[in-house]
């Protein structure tokens, strides 16, 4: 008896003081104090440089012009808008539609904090919406990718002049594609929330379409990368499979409608689509901790028990990522920065980030804390350590750098993003053909037009960072970082 509780007094230690170290590593830089709405405003600007299309009169972002004003024309139909989901000039619905669900998310959640901040917000979703509509326009089809990866990434060229391949790839009843189209789906709904109350007919536009689209990946199951293979992977394959975004549509869905359809199909469900699954995983790819979280604040708030499996996976997440006691697959870096194998690490950071944000909301109104073996991770624990990852990103690490570009007094100079490292059409009116842009890319000059709240893929596990355009990984921003960064930061700037 006396070894099992001097044990679990030391199984106990070791996870508070693994937690203290994360949580007070480089003190001498923590505490400086950061401008979080600074931040938040720079994070939500970022997306007008991604802008795809015809650019709209009020567009910040100068040195952006019109592009890709053809796209969908070789198959008869307008898909123009929308966003390029990196530094290349492809736009791939799957983590578009991610992006744009995360987004939503963040105004749902934190919008009462974002003050004048909140009217761009709304103008970044609905710059996503207006594209998904368009794309899902057919019944039974939804357009997931114009641009032919291979052709655009041979060149390096601006978005304005663009002469690779605009190709496009959809799917249909034949070639399924439940995993975009349920994102899709899940994207249109949360949408539909934000637009609720400010534009009714908008919302009921979305919300409609979102009905219509999760029936179609329900009714035609299978991955989009199995009949979109060669264009799709290896950028987004769908490596997860499709079952938990079949899922999260539908939780989506049920939180839009209120309707007790979708909550008997997440009931149903559970087991078949493999809910408990991976449950530290969340991003473009895998939406299971994501499911997970976001179904349990109706269990904290005692109105859903037959949820309550689901509370229990969203407990277990969270344990699975706390310093001391993470999962084998969830790391921790010298300086303190959550880690993950595989690229854009920063991706990561902010979605995992988002969901102990999310929960510990849901847990402080519920007044309840996660119970994690010996030890036990509060609401507070939980806003702590995603406060420290924001930090991180804004210069509280080794290399005292922001990782947001134009934030703070030294950060990424040489981002990987065509755009950004080529002259823009103003200061080079002449255009810049595919092979002409090599000499910018391989240029160790600093990007002449600054993307302005960019959140690059960050440093590797030893918190060293590489500031130049071939390492991609670590230099090239994605919309689906930024996305739930803007939920982080909106909280952080009214909480600081």
Not at 311 to 320: G, L, R, V
Request: charged content about 20%.
């Amino acid at each position: 008896m006396a070894r099992k509780s001097l044990a679990a007094y030391l199984r106990n230690f070791r996870v508070t003081a693994c937690l203290f170290l994360v949580l007070l590593s480089f003190h001498a830089v923590i505490g400086s104090g950061h401008d979080y709405y600074d931040a938040l405003r720079k994070s939500i600007l970022f997306f007008e440089g991604q802008r795809s299309g015809k650019l709209p009169p009020d567009q910040r972002v100068k040195w952006r012009s019109d592009s890709a004003l053809h796209d969908g024309s070789t198959v008869g139909r307008d898909l123009t808008g929308g966003y390029y989901d990196a530094g290349d000039n492809i736009k791939f619905g799957f983590p578009m539609a991610f992006t744009t669900t995360l987004l939503a998310w963040s105004i749902i959640d934190f919008g009462r904090n974002m003050g004048p901040e909140l009217k761009n917000a709304i103008k970044a979703v609905k710059w996503g919406t207006d594209y998904l509509l368009k794309v899902t326009s057919t019944p039974d089809v939804v357009y997931v990718q114009v641009g032919d990866a291979y052709s655009d990434h041979n060149c390096w060229e601006r978005p304005e002049d663009m002469d690779t391949l605009r190709s496009v790839y959809k799917i249909d009843g034949s070639h399924p594609g439940s995993d975009v189209a349920g994102e899709t789906a899940a994207a249109l709904a949360a949408a539909s929330i934000v637009f609720r109350s400010r534009d009714p007919a908008y919302s009921r536009l979305l919300l409609n379409r979102a009905v219509r689209v999760f029936d179609f990946a329900d009714r035609h199951r299978g991955a989009y990368s199995g009949s979109l293979h060669s264009a799709v992977c290896p950028f987004y394959c769908d490596v997860n499979g499709y079952q938990d975004e079949l899922l999260w549509g539908a939780v989506w869905l049920h939180k839009a409608s209120r309707k007790r359809k979708y909550r008997e199909y997440v009931v149903q469900n559970e087991v078949i689509l493999h809910a408990g699954d991976t449950i530290n995983e969340f991003g473009w790819d895998n939406k299971h901790a994501g499911i997970n979280v976001l179904i349990s604040k109706e269990v904290l708030m005692g109105r859903a028990g037959y949820f309550e499996s689901f509370k229990q996976n969203a407990d277990d997440f969270i344990c699975s990522i706390l310093p001391g006691i993470s999962h084998p697959q969830v790391q921790y870096s010298p300086g303190g920065l959550i880690f993950k194998a595989g690229g854009s690490n920063m991706q990561h950071v902010t979605s995992l980030s988002f969901l102990l944000l999310a929960y510990s909301g849901y847990l402080s109104h519920a007044n309840k804390v996660v119970p994690c073996g010996e030890t036990t991770a509060s609401p507070g624990l939980l806003r702590e350590l995603a406060k420290r990852q924001v930090d991180y990103i804004l210069g509280d690490n080794p290399l005292r750098m922001s990782y947001m570009v134009g934030y703070g007094s030294r950060y990424p100079q040489r981002i990987h993003h065509r755009g950004s490292s080529l002259p823009s059409v103003q200061a080079h009116p002449a255009r810049i053909r595919c092979k002409e842009g090599s000499r910018y890319f391989l240029s160790p000059d600093p990007n002449p037009n600054v993307h302005v709240g960019a959140v690059v893929g960050g440093p590797n596990v030893t918190d060293a960072f590489p500031d130049s355009r071939p390492f991609f990984q670590e230099s090239e921003p994605t919309t689906y970082i930024n996305a739930p960064l803007v939920g982080l930061l909106a909280y952080f700037s009214a909480h600081p």
